[in-house]
């Protein structure tokens, strides 16, 4: 169905953890701070600020979790315009259930 509005491709976090048992590319774009303090063990740190300059090395989904899902919509659109096949992480950390871990 065609819409007017672009609407922003997204999943759940229990999505994500399906997914998270195979290979996928994570990116976490929330401070290094916060990244630091607790992350998805299988997401790459890409704060907001520098996705404007990321590169994808591959042609597979990028998933993409913030603390609560505003700024990975706003990632996934930037990446979308660049031609990466980007979908946002619903209710980010905030939503998450499943393991993490601190430092980088």
């Known amino acids: ?22 290979t ?13 303090g607790e992350h998805i063990l299988q997401a790459e740190n890409l704060p907001l ?12 989904p990028i998933y993409v979790i913030c603390q609560s899902g505003m700024r990975s ?6 990446l979308r315009k660049k031609g ?4 946002n992480v619903r209710g980010g950390m905030n939503a998450w259930q499943g393991p993490v871990r601190g430092g980088k």
């Open 73 to 78: 919509k706003k990632a996934v659109a930037i």
């Open 24 to 36: 996928v590319h994570l990116l976490d774009v929330r401070s290094s701070a916060e990244y630091q």
């Open 49 to 60: 600020e520098r996705v404007e300059r990321f590169s994808a090395k591959t042609t597979e």
């Open 1 to 22: 169905m065609l819409t007017l509005f672009k609407k922003t491709p997204s999943i759940s976090v229990s999505q994500l953890q399906e997914k998270l048992r195979s």
């Open 84 to 87: 990466i096949d980007a979908v």
